[in-house]
């Protein structure tokens, strides 16, 4: 019993100390600090739990619950303390923090004028059916222009015109090459789209540019007519700028196509008085290019007798510019946050 009395003390006073200890630490570090000092290797409780060893047998247990007892009220002194440092420290961070303040906004992009207005347009045709279809913008003149019933001697053709590359190939200046690629791979029907890039050896103005993009379009079967060719432009363009929007077909001329047309929207401009704009050539697939076609393929799927199809092609940053009333085309190539953010 004797050695056990001092011991029992001994425990009450390193609790008593450790817990005015911790009821005075005012920071995390002071009160880790009074942690250590007594739970520690060589704190003041574990030396004497150590010292268990020179109490007597029968008191063993008895001082154990005591060491156990201290050790639960010190540990749980602890964690309240720091708990009520934590959300002292909470508080101080937030103070001065209005949570009622809206949000910074983040910057957030959009898409560029041009790839809305051909999404929009690739989505209303296929709607109709036509599915997607790609050739190669550096072309041979066979698919950019024989095959297209475009002779040597045509202007289009012009050194002047169009960028060519010393192989004889050249920059496609039109996405009508794509519809020879089609037919060459695959015989009718035929309802393709091919958007796309085109080049052409233009004064660069507010007008121009030498690069540009197109869409193309090509329905090739046995029974395709004319109405058939207004029809679906005429849908296509009440989609692409409003149901009561006029169209009219125009009698132009294009080598690979007889009859051609150019096709005129009435529209208002953002700004201006209502008036007529060329928005795209068709026509009926001349059956000089189902001939080109066939002796390309060396057969004849593509029967001038009994295949008819029309095909189009438009400007789609003709569009952009008069969806949204822009003047320069030099915008859609400038990349200037401050015109396009107006698109978002
Ligand atoms: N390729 C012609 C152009 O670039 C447009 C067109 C396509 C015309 C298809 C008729 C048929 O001007």
């Known amino acids: 019993m004797s050695a056990a009395f001092p011991m029992k003390e001994q425990i009450g006073f390193i609790q008593t100390d450790a ?27 574990t030396q004497a739990a150590a010292g268990i060893k020179t109490v007597p047998p029968e008191d063993k247990a008895a001082v154990g619950q005591l060491l156990n007892a201290a050790r639960a009220a010190i540990t749980a002194a602890l964690e309240a303390k720091q708990a009520a440092l934590r959300e002292i420290a909470d508080r101080a961070a937030l103070a001065g923090i209005d949570a009622t303040l ?37 072309e041979d003149e066979f698919h950019c222009f024989d095959a297209l019933n475009t002779p040597a001697d045509h202007p289009a053709r012009n050194e002047k015109d169009t960028f060519y590359f010393d192989s004889g190939k050249l920059l496609r200046t039109h996405t009508s090459s794509v519809q020879i690629r089609t037919m060459e791979a695959q015989a009718p029907p035929i309802r393709i789209i091919a958007p796309g890039s085109a080049y052409r050896r233009d004064e660069i103005d507010a007008t121009h540019l030498s690069v540009f993009n197109q869409l193309e379009g090509l329905y090739v079967g046995t029974d ?29 001329f294009f080598p690979f196509t007889e009859p051609s047309f150019e096709i005129d929207v009435k529209l208002q401009i953002r700004g201006q008085a209502p008036r007529w704009i060329e928005v795209a050539g068709c026509g009926m697939v001349d059956p000089a290019v189902f ?28 569009l952009a510019m008069i969806r949204w009333g822009i003047k320069d085309i030099r915008l859609l190539i400038e990349n200037d946050v401050r015109f396009l953010r107006q698109f978002g």
């Not at 957030?108 to 279809?133: E, K, N, Y």
Request: hydrophobic fraction near 40%.
């Open 19 to 45: 817990l005015t200890q911790i009821a005075a630490a005012d920071t995390e570090r002071t009160l880790d600090d009074a942690r250590v000092a007594v739970l520690g290797k060589k704190g003041t409780l």
């Open 102 to 138: 809206p949000a910074r906004s983040l910057p957030v992009g959009s898409l560029h004028p041009l790839t809305q207005i051909r999404d929009q347009a690739i989505g209303i045709l296929r709607r109709m059916g036509f599915v997607l279809a790609d050739g190669p913008e550096i």
């Open 224 to 252: 395709v007519s004319l109405p058939d060719l207004k029809g679906t432009l005429e849908y296509f363009f009440h989609g692409l700028f409003g149901t009561s929007t006029e169209v009219r077909f125009r009698p132009h």
């Open 291 to 318: 001939d080109a076609i066939n002796r390309s393929r060396q057969d004849t799927a593509f029967d001038p007798e009994k295949t008819t199809g029309f095909a189009f092609g438009m400007g789609l940053d003709r």
